[in-house]
Structures are given as C-alpha cells and as structure tokens.
C-alpha cells in the first residue's frame, strides 16, 4: 500500500487540476463530487473497495494568473 503513495497523490492533483477551470455541478465546488471521482479512481489503482471514503478537509483556490 506505501508504494501506491506517489501514484495516489499524482491521481488526486491530477482529478483536481482537471476541476479546477470546469464549470459546475462538476467541479471544485461540489465536494461529493470530487470525493466520487477521487474513491473511484482510487479503487482503480489500488484494489476494488480498498477506499471507502475520503475526507476533504478544505480546499484552497489560487487564482488564474495571466
């Protein structure tokens, strides 16, 4: 389980960079969401059922710099 740690992390900054510029409902806004996406593909990489539930503290949106 520790080797999937990087992998684990890559996944979760990709999902939310991927949310990041969407428009709702399927965005950074809706934490269920986002917790849908992040337990479903987390199952993937690891094995089916090995994540139940992610707690998602906050999140913090940097603006768009041009």
């Known amino acids: 389980m520790l080797e ?37 593909q987390s199952n993937e990489v690891l094995t089916p059922g090995a994540v139940r539930d992610i707690f998602i503290r906050n999140l913090t949106i940097r603006p768009v710099e041009s």
């Open 4 to 40: 999937s740690r990087p992998r684990l992390k890559d996944l979760y900054i990709n999902i939310i960079s991927s949310l990041a510029t969407r428009a709702g409902p399927e965005n950074l806004d809706n934490s269920d969401y986002l917790r849908e996406m992040m337990v479903r």
